[in-house]
């Protein structure tokens, strides 16, 4: 994963940020150091309201052409609204259709990564917290099994009160990745903070393996970052120094 976090692969990396402070860079570096890294792993990228053109343009700002990835099919990008029936019912269409599109391209393979951007929208379009637990639970089950690392993204309506799909996503996650703004207001040197938390599924049989250090960031320790035209700087607070 990428730096300066450098999680282990194969983990549930629950991602949350808030409108003042999307976690885009956060996705793209993660999705780029991937490429470069496993340049001949699966990666799905499943997205809700992302479009392809734009995801382009965000790799590309960091020198990343994403073209040939998915001319040699190592990089998938589902359009997850497109692949699902429009019913005439009230209920929304059932997820299977995305997790056996998933399943048959991961068939056979070891040690990619899914992103789900993001998993908010489509609880706005209608699915219930018990259809998403179940897909994101059938997931890393699959994920488990193939090695693969799981990445879902979740915006944050209104921080100070938890949704209950943040609470269930929590509950499953390895790491939990805090993108938040800072709470003194907007700043021209500052773009946002980032805390890291384990998750309780580091205690089951995908907890980390020893020889990887990881280093955890309370709230109040919270990571500081600054974004430009074409990168992401990470420093400690009260300092503009990156850590990079």
Same mark, same amino acid.
């Given at each position: 994963m990428f730096s300066p976090f450098d999680l282990p692969d194969g983990i549930f990396l629950l991602i949350t940020d808030e409108l003042a402070a999307p976690a885009d860079f956060a996705l793209i570096s993660s999705l780029i150091s991937h490429l470069k890294c496993f340049n001949k792993t699966k990666i799905i990228y499943l997205s809700i309201l992302e479009s392809w053109n734009r995801l382009q343009s965000l790799c590309t700002k960091s020198g990343i052409n994403l073209s040939p990835r998915s001319v040699s099919e190592t990089l998938h990008f589902i359009d997850v609204l497109s692949h699902l029936p429009r019913l005439n019912t009230n209920e929304a269409p059932s997820l299977r259709i995305?997790?056996?599109?998933?399943?048959?391209?991961? @068939?056979?393979?070891q040690g990619g990564m899914i992103i789900l951007d993001d998993?908010?929208?489509?609880?706005?379009?209608?699915?219930?917290?018990?259809?998403?637990?179940?897909?994101?639970?059938?997931?890393?089950?699959?994920?488990?099994?193939?090695?693969?690392?799981?990445?879902?993204?979740?915006?944050? =309506?209104?921080?100070? @009160?938890?949704?209950?799909?943040?609470?269930?996503?929590?509950?499953?996650?390895?790491?939990?990745?805090?993108?938040?703004?800072l709470s003194s207001g907007r700043s021209g040197?500052?773009?946002? @903070?980032?805390?890291?938390?384990?998750?309780?599924?580091?205690?089951?049989?995908?907890?980390?393996?020893?020889?990887?250090?990881?280093?955890? =960031?309370?709230?109040?320790?919270?990571?500081?970052?600054?974004?430009?035209?074409?990168?992401?700087?990470?420093?400690?607070?009260?300092?503009?120094r990156g850590v990079l």
């Open positions: 995305i997790y056996d599109l998933v399943a048959g391209i991961l @068939e056979g393979r998993i908010s929208s489509l609880e706005w379009t209608g699915h219930s917290l018990e259809d998403l637990s179940r897909f994101c639970r059938a997931l890393r089950v699959l994920c488990l099994k193939t090695k693969t690392t799981l990445i879902v993204r979740h915006h944050i =309506l209104a921080p100070n @009160e938890p949704d209950e799909l943040l609470r269930r996503l929590q509950q499953i996650c390895s790491y939990h990745m805090d993108v938040r703004p040197a500052v773009s946002g @903070e980032i805390a890291l938390h384990a998750g309780p599924s580091l205690l089951g049989s995908d907890s980390r393996p020893e020889s990887v250090q990881v280093k955890l =960031l309370s709230r109040q320790r919270a990571l500081q970052y600054r974004l430009t035209d074409s990168d992401v700087v990470f420093f400690e607070r009260g300092s503009s």
